[in-house]
């Protein structure tokens, strides 16, 4: 069974509570400040510097290790190897990482805490978030993801367009939770788990850390190993 683990990040609670200065508050609903690299120019890069853009971040570019050049509007203007210099020149730009794959973005998470560089939280404007939930730095949420009273989001995860995450579920570090997928409450979802796209959870299931969960596919019994899950009755592929 998948134990339960507290603390992931703070709560936007604290922020309602008016816990933090004006500017800090100014900081957190308008970008921490108004350069952010995003890390991954692809197609969710696209759509997080939208979200960044919708922050209130002035100046969005992006690094990446296989493309050069331009995404649409936004140049491309180096890679990781870039990160120390960038972060020497520019302390206060901050950076996001946009990568879908879920160990790729924890090996550049990492990369960037070596380096005590933190993260912001995006959220889209259109997204619906409970003041008690806790949110842990470097997670985006996109258009219409809703996330229900008491849960807990950990660091750099993705909750993609249209989801949601009912009450009381723990969402660890570097999962996704891809769009239209639906979570009831008590769900526990473990590290680097993706949730594939339109899935459902019912309540009060745990899934294990660095599951894969195919396209369509609905959950009623708890998963409790590692590995790729698809189809009703569930079936494991890679065994
Ligand atoms: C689960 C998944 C990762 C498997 O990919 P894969 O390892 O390449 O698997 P394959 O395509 O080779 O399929 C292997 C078998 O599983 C079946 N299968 C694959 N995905 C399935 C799914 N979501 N539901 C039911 N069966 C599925 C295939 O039909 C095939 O069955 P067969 O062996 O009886 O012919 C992939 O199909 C999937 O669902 N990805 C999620 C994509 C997603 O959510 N994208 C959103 C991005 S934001």
Redesign the pocket.
Known sequence: MVTRRKGLGHSLKDILKNDLTAEELDKFMNGYNKTIYIIGAGG?GKVVADIAKKNGYKKIYFLDDSTKGQLGTYSIVGTTDDIDEIHQREKDADFFIAI?NNEIREKVFKKLKERDIKLPILIHPSAVIDETVEIGEGTVFVANAVINAGTKVGKNCII?TSASVDHDCIVEDCV?V??GVHIAGGVHIGKRT?V???SSVINNINIYDDV??????TIIKHIERPG?Y??MPLRR??Q
């Open positions: 969710h879908g993609n996704h891809s769009p993706w594939g796209i339109g894969i969960v195919g396209a369509g596919t790729k698809v189809g592929l890679d």
